[in-house]
């Protein structure tokens, strides 16, 4: 029995130290990945708001052009 319990303990520290090695590793993350990402956040979030506008007919998003009240931003 005692015997198991060794293993079992060797098995689990193993696992652990591999899966803290896999955790850790930053390999296949590069510059390339990284701007796809921003580029479809980006694409994504135009699409949204270009949605928005076609939904609503109005605006959605603050915006200078028009007078608005002051005194409720402020």
């Known amino acids: 029995m005692k015997n198991l319990f060794c293993k ?3 098995q689990l520290g ?3 130290v591999k899966n803290r ?3 850790a ?3 296949g993350e590069g510059y ?3 701007a ?3 580029l479809i956040a980006v694409v994504l979030g135009a699409l949204l708001l270009a949605g928005l506008y076609a939904l609503f007919g109005e605006t959605v998003l603050f915006s200078s ?3 608005h009240d002051r005194k409720c931003y402020a």
């Open 8 to 10: 079992l303990k060797n």
């Open 14 to 16: 193993a696992a652990a």
């Open 21 to 23: 090695s896999i955790l």
């Open 25 to 27: 590793s930053n390999a």
């Open 32 to 34: 390339i990945d990284t």
């Open 36 to 38: 796809i990402k921003i």
């Open 65 to 67: 052009w028009y007078k």
